[in-house]
Structures are given as structure tokens and as C-alpha cells.
């Protein structure tokens, strides 16, 4: 999966054939963005606002982003939060 691809854009459909797409179908469905995963074909999620772009591109960075550069950007969300008080 390309970079791309995480970078969904309000108003369109947005295929996704990764492995973990049935992980990323049930993420979405809990976060109420309509999508549809049949099997041996792509997950296809509708975009319809800036809230559900965010959280495509979160639930994908959580599935392909590995865990080391994901805690690397956790502590770094931490430090911020401590420079603001």
C-alpha cells in the first residue's frame, strides 16, 4: 500500500485490497463509515466528510505503519502536549 492510498479524499470511494482489509472493514463499521467488503475482492469505503478521512487514514496507519515508528509518534504527541503547560 502505497502512501496514496492512506490520503482519502472527501466525496469518493476509496478500494482497498490489503490483507488486513477485513480488520479495516470491521474498524470502519464500528466507527460508523459505510464500506463494503465482499469476499476475494477490495474493501470499498465511502468518504462523505473530513471526519471519515481521518479516521480511514488512521485505522490504515495503524494497520501498515510499523509499531516501532508508531510508538516513535505517540512519544513525540506526548512531548507536545507536555510543551503547551
Known amino acids: 500500500m502505497n502512501q496514496s492510498e492512506l ?3 472527501i466525496g469518493e470511494i476509496v478500494e482497498i485490497s ?3 482489509r477485513w480488520q479495516v ?3 470502519l463499521q464500528e466507527l ?3 464500506c463494503c467488503c ?3 475482492q477490495p474493501l470499498r469505503v465511502q468518504v462523505n466528510n473530513a471526519t471519515a478521512a481521518v479516521q480511514l487514514q488512521s485505522v490504515l496507519r495503524q494497520l501498515t505503519t510499523p ?3 508508531l510508538a ?3 512519544d513525540g504527541c506526548w512531548q507536545l502536549s507536555c510543551k503547551k503547560f
Open 7 to 9: 490520503e482519502p479524499q
Open 18 to 20: 490489503s490483507p488486513d
Open 25 to 27: 472493514y470491521q474498524r
Open 32 to 34: 460508523g463509515i459505510p
Open 38 to 40: 465482499a469476499i476475494d
Open 67 to 69: 509499531r516501532v515508528e
Open 72 to 74: 516513535s509518534w505517540l
